[in-house]
């Protein structure tokens, strides 16, 4: 079976199985997109508002930064990464969907076998951790992204790079702010561990 037919069975799947309270209220479930046999794996925190109107992460603001550094920056086609999160249904403030919220730890503990199940299959080089929940849950640590970033940890096997999430960019000077030349040294150092060029 190819890694592409093995993902399909494990999203029929999760959606049958996977149980949390976020299910109830999610218009979609986000599983996870792009090139199944891809070297570079991006793990993000949750769905937001857009990601749960589309069912396909990062697509929204901060999607639309972190897909701006991947193809201008990296130089990379996003459908060439695989793209995916720790916590597949949106998690809000109140039950209306008005506010997002990073996901408690026993909506990431119930979600937790699907995201090991996506890395074992895509057998990435290197993963990118997007932000402090996807970071935590990948290195098993309590330490914030601001003390991982830019540093290479290894989880079973595969290379991770802890990135401040690009929500976070926005939220502090957006496309001038300071934070978008550090993502792009901690890049350079995933590029530098891939042998591409920049
Ligand atoms: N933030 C995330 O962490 N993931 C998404 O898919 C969108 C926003």
Redesign the pocket.
Known sequence: MSKKEELDNLEKKAILLHECKLCKHRKHF?FGEGNAEAEIMII?????K??DEQG?????R??QLLTRIIENGMKIKRFDIY?S?IVKCRPTKGNLGEQ?RPPEKEEIESARWIIEEQINIIKPKIILA??N??ARFLLNTKDGITKTHGNLYDYKNIKVMPIY???YILRNGGENSPLKKVVWEDIKKVMDYLGMKY
Not at 44 to 48: C, I, L
Request: hydrophobic letters at 25%; zero cysteines.
């Open positions: 986000v993000g925190e949750a769905p937001g857009d990601e396909r992460p990062f697509v929204g901060s999607g793209i999160n997002d997007v932000g929940t996807s999430h690009p929500s």
